[in-house]
């Protein structure tokens, strides 16, 4: 009985050693807000912007703050770069007075954010991105992670007329299959901005059948940095049985005077359901084949019967 007791207590110890032993896991997180900031600022001129950062984790975090350049590249998806790198980087104008935040559990901090225009920019668009990055922490399963949030700026210096700042755009392609089989069809249009400050353009494709029924296809939406594509496509699937289909793309945005801009392309495809019409096409030829034997062998059967019934 002694010695029973004796291996109870040696697992219990066991036990509360190896519960001790798992480290306990900070649950970490971090928001930042605005994560989008659009300024005018003139030549010369300073600007401050507001951006907040909170610790949602139930530690205390060191919050990183550094400046990069992005691009958008034509699937939209945000590249980031060193500072200097984008012809129409504005990294070197943004500031922040503390690079290294301390936050305890639940704390908020606002980021007092510089913008400084030099005296000679291009006018139009120039941009930066600011982050917010906490140190490496350990995931459930020990693996070191952190956490990085980027406020994209988007800076627009005027010009001296009007004129001197853009915003236009043109049609590049439409994507569009030549023959397609069966839906869903993948349609879309590539879009380059042409202009000198960002864009959000907008698209929707417009199909007509030859049985004259129209349909059409939301491509939703893209922001386009200077001088750059992006690609806007969405899945069609209400496409004819068989026939020729026009598809029309409109794009629209609005130009450097607030005013609607709408620009279209046309292209066309087939539909040709390849398969089925393969299989029936089989099963009509296996249809007139057993005709044709059939009455053959009716033909031949008939022949005999006559012969037989005629007298020698």
């Given amino acids: 009985m002694q010695r029973l007791a004796t291996w109870a207590l040696i697992l219990l110890a066991a036990i509360l050693l190896a519960t001790l032993a798992i480290p306990a896991h900070a649950q970490a997180g971090l928001k930042v807000w605005p994560t989008r900031v659009e300024l005018s600022v003139n030549r010369g001129e300073v600007a401050i912007a507001t951006v907040n950062v909170h610790n949602e984790g139930d530690m205390p975090a060191t919050v990183c703050v550094y400046i990069m350049d992005f691009c958008i590249d034509r699937d939209g998806r945000f590249v980031f770069t060193e500072p200097g790198h ?170 450097e005077q607030g005013e609607v801009v709408n620009k279209s392309q046309s292209g066309d495809f087939l539909v040709i359901p390849w398969k089925q019409l393969t299989a029936i096409a089989i099963a009509v030829g296996l249809a007139v084949a057993v005709v044709v034997f059939s009455f053959r062998s009716s033909r031949l059967r008939s022949g005999r019967e006559r012969e037989t019934r005629t007298p020698s």
């Avoid at 305890?104 to 920019?121: K, L, Y």
């Avoid at 210096?157 to 590049?172: F, L, N, Q």
């Avoid at 879309?188 to 417009?206: D, F, I, P, Q, S």
């Avoid at 899945?235 to 026009?246: A, H, Q, T």
């Fill in 86 to 255: 984008e012809s129409y980087s504005a990294s070197e104008w943004l500031s922040v007075g503390n690079t290294d935040l301390k936050l305890g559990p639940g704390e908020s901090r606002e980021v007092e954010v510089v913008v400084a225009v030099p005296t000679n920019p291009e006018p139009g668009g120039h941009y930066a991105a600011i982050f917010f990055e906490t140190g490496p922490s350990t995931n459930e399963d020990g693996v070191p992670i952190s956490t990085r949030i980027p406020s994209l700026f988007y800076i627009t210096v005027p010009g001296v007329t009007d004129a001197d700042v853009r915003a236009d755009a043109e049609i590049v392609s439409l994507v569009l299959p030549g023959l397609v089989e069966q839906a869903p069809v993948q349609a879309g249009v590539v879009v380059k901005n042409t202009g000198n400050v960002h864009l959000t353009v907008a698209a929707t494709a417009y199909f007509k059948g030859l049985s004259g029924r129209n349909s059409s296809l939301d491509l939703e939406q893209m922001t386009l940095l200077p001088d750059g594509e992006g690609t806007l496509t969405g899945n069609w699937r209400e496409l004819p049985y068989i026939g020729r289909v026009r598809a029309s793309i409109v794009i629209g945005y609005f130009d």
